[in-house]
């Protein structure tokens, strides 16, 4: 029998929170994640986050940072460069109950989403050099995402959930870092440590799934259906939530290009 060698399909970043995601060619991991990952995040007036489980046509804007800033963009809007030094206020942010401080002061791109949404946003950046942590890992920058610095699915995982939904679903639905094949579905579940090429990651929890799951990239919409949570529900419930895909932390940094082998280097049983 030939066993299955797990690899890495693809890398996303998704440099908004909530926004549209971007395929990445090559990346640089680090203990905070991929590059520019989550680094700014739309929020309301107390600095509270705001994502696509309010607003759903936030996936519809595209955000390409750079070094200096960021480009927003969205179909029928003028594009709007975000300047690093526009940020020129600290603020004190919050994400799922996690109080740290950022910064604000961008009075074009508050503009700009809040035109766009149609609700008075502003944006956040989380500075050079975050101030966050993840909760149980102090040692462990973290950025505007929602606890861990990076999330794995396996492509199997989802070629299941379709099957049993009975449609496809864009893998970017589900907001993964790393997608990896060639292995079979949810054996991610199992995994507690990997290699990928010189970075060794651990998976540290399973991601509970919410509403936001049931909302089209390429559209921006909510389903009526409730698709994928209410399959999901039948055969992914925990004590914790519906499970999909596993949180991770790397302890090692390294370059990442899809299609290395992803060694698997413990599991559970």
Known sequence: MTLLQPVLDAL??????????????????????????????????????????????LVLVRANPAADGLTLSAAGRPGLFVPNTAFNRPVDATVWGDAFQAWEGAAEADAWISGFIGAPLKLLWTGIDTTRRVCTESQVPLSFADGFPLLLIGQASLDDLCARIGRPLAMTRFRPNLVVSGAPPYAEDSWTRIRIGDAVLRIVKPCERCVFTTVDPDTGTRGLDQEPLRTLATYRRTPDGVIFGQNLVADTASVLVPGMPVEILEARD
Request: net charge positive.
């Open 12 to 57: 996303y970043h998704y440099p908004v929170k909530s926004m549209a995601g971007l395929r990445l060619d090559k990346a640089v991991l680090t203990p905070q994640g991929l590059p520019f990952d989550r680094c700014w995040m739309v929020a309301d007036a107390r600095g509270r986050f705001v994502t696509g489980r309010e607003y759903p046509e």
